[in-house]
């Protein structure tokens, strides 16, 4: 686990948990950007460092995730210690997002879809769940305060699901595709990946093509879905949006 004395976090309302530096600007970065511009504390914790990745290594993605959660107006942002590319769901996985939970004590944590292509994507979805669940319990050996978030939500993108809601981010859509263009050691076209990787004058037209789909589905231009487990309240329904004809 990263020394506390590097974690330095401050409380934030929202954290977003992804396996990889790049996984939160694909699936949510628009969100924050939205929550942020409402005044709203948002935090990222990746669980790697990125040190099996085909292309770059943990070194460079660190430089890349300080400026991209920079475009993102991102107030903390650390990483653990979890192997890449073999993320999984034990104890001490847990505990260690538990301390990071009790030290930022979000009221909203977004974490990836629990059905992904990747598993460690997978994988992040039930560890995620699962800590914040043992953060909120006293008896849990740990020197902070206990802290259970309010809500959990999963970011779908990449999910070939219906969303239960869409967040409107076309105000921010340009800032959200230039902090996933930080990633250079990721998306600039070179020679290693070249049959894996969307070559770079592509990722334009595609990253706007899936906000602009999921930005229809809630008469919006651009917009990135989520999934949630709970049933949704109404308080009054001439407040709901999205017109039905």
């Excluded at 990633?183 to 070559?199: D, H, I, K, T, W």
């Excluded at 899936?210 to 879905?225: I, M, W």
Aim: proline share 6%.
């Amino acid at each position: 686990m990263i020394p506390d004395s590097t974690l330095n976090p401050p409380v934030s309302d929202i954290l977003a948990i992804a396996a990889h530096r790049d996984d939160v600007e694909q699936t949510c970065g628009g969100t924050l950007l939205r929550m942020a511009s409402r005044g709203l504390r948002t935090a990222i914790l990746d669980l790697t460092q990125g040190e099996a990745g085909t292309r770059g290594n943990a070194e460079e993605r660190a430089r890349e995730a300080v400026e991209a959660a920079r475009l993102l107006g991102v107030g903390w942002r650390q990483a653990l210690d979890l192997p890449d590319g073999a993320v999984e769901n034990t104890l001490e996985n847990r505990l260690k997002i538990v301390r990071v939970l009790r030290l930022v004590r979000p009221r909203v944590v977004i974490l990836p879809y629990w059905q992904a292509r990747h598993p460690d994507h997978a994988a992040t979805a039930t560890l995620g769940y699962e800590a914040c669940f043992l953060a909120g319990l006293t008896k849990i050996e740990n020197d902070l305060p206990p802290h259970r978030p309010f809500k959990i939500v999963y970011a779908s993108l990449y999910a070939d699901v219906r969303p239960s809601f869409v967040v409107d981010i076309t105000p921010f859509i340009e800032q959200r595709y230039a902090a996933l263009m930080a990633y250079r050691s990721q998306y600039a076209n070179q020679a290693a990946g070249g049959g894996l990787f969307v070559p770079e004058e592509e990722i334009r037209e595609r990253t706007f093509a899936e906000a602009r789909h999921y930005g229809l589905l809630a008469g919006v231009c651009y917009g990135e879905p989520f999934v949630q487990k709970e049933v949704g309240l109404v308080d009054d329904l001439t407040l709901v949006h999205v017109q039905s004809i």
